[in-house]
């Protein structure tokens, strides 16, 4: 897919640069899903401590929409540098700079961010809007209310209740 084909299939995000020194955000390569955003701010990042970052952009997203602010795979793994509330939501209506709250996993290093530095991506996808309608019961199905790893492979997620105390009862 070309990016001529791209323009004409989806409408242009809309964006206003806040910091006039910031790139705005970019595709690494046409294809990707989700364009880069930069630090606004130089930070040092201890570990296991979190920081809201601004972006030194705001968007303008069309109804139907939501941006999901997710990590940058490499330094996940590089650096264990995450963003607490993954992803983040960005919602049609708001119109504020784009602020990214990372968290340093790595249980030693300290993290250095340059302004400049990409730091997130922001990936935009169309969502339901459906009006919220109180009911008295829902449908069956074969999964009932099963979760947090009712489906196995999950040993460490238990109720309060033990497997040992399960199999006395």
Same mark, same amino acid.
């Given at each position: 897919m070309t990016t001529q084909s791209r323009t004409q299939t989806y409408p242009?995000?809309?964006?206003r640069r806040l910091d006039a020194g910031l790139p705005l955000p970019v595709r690494a390569h046409p294809d990707d899903a989700g364009v880069d955003l930069f630090a606004a701010t130089d930070l040092e990042l201890e570990p296991g401590h979190r920081r809201l970052v601004g972006?030194?952009? +705001?968007?303008a997203l069309p109804v139907g929409t939501v941006g999901l602010i997710h990590p940058r795979s490499g330094l996940a793994?590089?650096?264990?540098l995450s963003i607490v509330n993954t992803p983040g939501t960005i919602d049609a209506g708001y119109r504020g700079e784009i602020k990214v709250c990372l968290i340093n996993h790595d249980p030693e290093t300290t993290i250095s961010i340059a302004?400049?530095?990409r730091i997130a991506q922001l990936v935009v996808q169309k969502v339901e809007l459906p009006d919220v309608v109180e009911v008295d019961e829902l449908d069956d199905t +074969?999964?009932?209310d099963g979760g947090h790893g009712s489906s196995g492979g999950h040993a460490i997620l238990t109720d309060d209740i033990s497997s040992d105390e399960k199999a006395q009862a």
């Open positions: 242009p995000l809309r964006i972006t030194g952009v +705001a968007i793994a590089r650096a264990g302004r400049g530095d +074969a999964r009932g």
